[in-house]
């Protein structure tokens, strides 16, 4: 025979494993207010927007590579201070708040290029021969909301303490950045490689489920790794091609 008490144990576990699904799910419906994705603001111009593309390992950056690039060349970047180029439905961002934000960026680009090339000042490339132009913009940002986030993580410990497991479920604000970047020769200012690209919080980072704009920042850590890695890719082609000539006389 099944006790009273056991019976009743068993239906306050089920009430709170139930409270914690509803509370998760009416929070998630707030989830497709946070999400990042591409943006098109003029920023990069439209001739070379046009001609941007996925690429096998990116499915989901539109990337632009000029064909006759010819990195091998260039030692130089100069970065032109990060700006802050808001897509209609972005929010308003506080000026102190732009200020850090694209200042991070910045900082980002400088770290990520500078393994490769010789960055200098904004402005101080003199005749610009051989140098790259480097603009950026952030196109989109959200902050994360740890008083959101925070419910979907209690509504999980809650369930398990009842005994009553649930899947994890993805914050609803984790925060995230979209941003537009042009590489372009300093002389000329043919873009050389354009990139369009956003990050949205992953579940896994904790911290930046609190920190409101954690997450953003990352965005323009992978944003500017991204730009990067198509020079990276260009040269090592380059050089391969120049070695296979060499051989070949």
Same mark, same amino acid.
């Given at each position: 025979?099944?006790?009273?008490?056991?019976?009743?144990?068993?239906?306050?576990?089920?009430?709170?494993?139930?409270?914690?699904?509803?509370?998760?799910?009416?929070?998630?419906?707030?989830?497709?207010?946070?999400?990042?994705?591409?943006? =098109?603001?003029?920023?990069?111009?439209?001739?070379?927007?046009?001609?941007?593309?996925?690429?096998?390992?990116?499915?989901?950056?539109?990337?632009?590579?000029?064909?006759?690039?010819?990195?091998? =060349?260039?030692?130089?970047?100069?970065?032109?201070?990060?700006?802050?180029?808001?897509?209609?439905?972005?929010?308003?961002?506080?000026?102190?708040?732009?200020?850090?934000?694209?200042?991070?960026?910045?900082?980002?680009?400088?770290?990520?290029?500078?393994?490769?090339? =010789?960055?200098?000042?904004?402005?101080?490339?003199? #005749?610009?021969?051989?140098?790259?132009?480097?603009?950026?913009?952030?196109?989109?940002?959200?902050?994360?909301?740890?008083?959101?986030?925070?419910?979907?993580?209690?509504?999980?410990?809650?369930?398990?303490?009842?005994?009553?497991?649930?899947?994890?479920?993805?914050?609803?604000?984790?925060?995230?950045?979209?941003?537009?970047?042009?590489?372009?020769?300093?002389?000329?200012?043919?873009?050389?490689? #354009?990139?369009?690209?956003?990050?949205?919080?992953?579940?896994?980072?904790?911290?930046?489920?609190?920190?409101?704009?954690?997450?953003?920042?990352?965005?323009?850590?992978?944003?500017?790794?991204?730009?990067?890695?198509?020079?990276?890719?260009?040269?090592?082609?380059?050089?391969?091609?120049?070695?296979?000539?060499?051989?070949?006389?």
């Amino acid at each position: 025979m099944i006790s009273t008490s056991s019976c009743g144990a068993g239906t306050r576990r089920l009430r709170l494993v139930a409270t914690s699904l509803i509370a998760c799910a009416a929070i998630a419906t707030l989830m497709g207010c946070a999400g990042q994705k591409l943006t =098109r603001t003029g920023f990069i111009p439209p001739e070379t927007y046009a001609q941007m593309t996925p690429t096998k390992d990116h499915t989901d950056d539109l990337i632009y590579v000029n064909p006759n690039i010819d990195v091998v =060349r260039y030692h130089t970047v100069m970065i032109e201070p990060v700006i802050w180029k808001p897509v209609a439905k972005a929010p308003k961002l506080p000026p102190k708040a732009e200020a850090r934000m694209t200042a991070a960026f910045q900082k980002e680009l400088g770290e990520a290029l500078g393994h490769d090339f =010789r960055v200098l000042p904004a402005g101080d490339c003199g #005749a610009c021969t051989d140098v790259i132009r480097v603009r950026a913009a952030i196109t989109n940002i959200r902050r994360s909301k740890w008083y959101y986030n925070a419910i979907p993580v209690v509504a999980g410990f809650a369930a398990g303490a009842a005994g009553g497991g649930m899947p994890p479920i993805p914050p609803p604000f984790p925060g995230g950045a979209s941003e537009e970047l042009v590489a372009a020769d300093g002389v000329t200012g043919e873009a050389l490689v #354009a990139v369009a690209t956003y990050n949205n919080g992953m579940p896994w980072n904790p911290l930046g489920q609190w920190l409101p704009y954690a997450h953003a920042r990352r965005a323009f850590h992978l944003a500017s790794l991204l730009l990067d890695e198509q020079f990276k890719k260009e040269k090592k082609k380059e050089l391969a091609a120049q070695a296979v000539a060499s051989a070949a006389n």
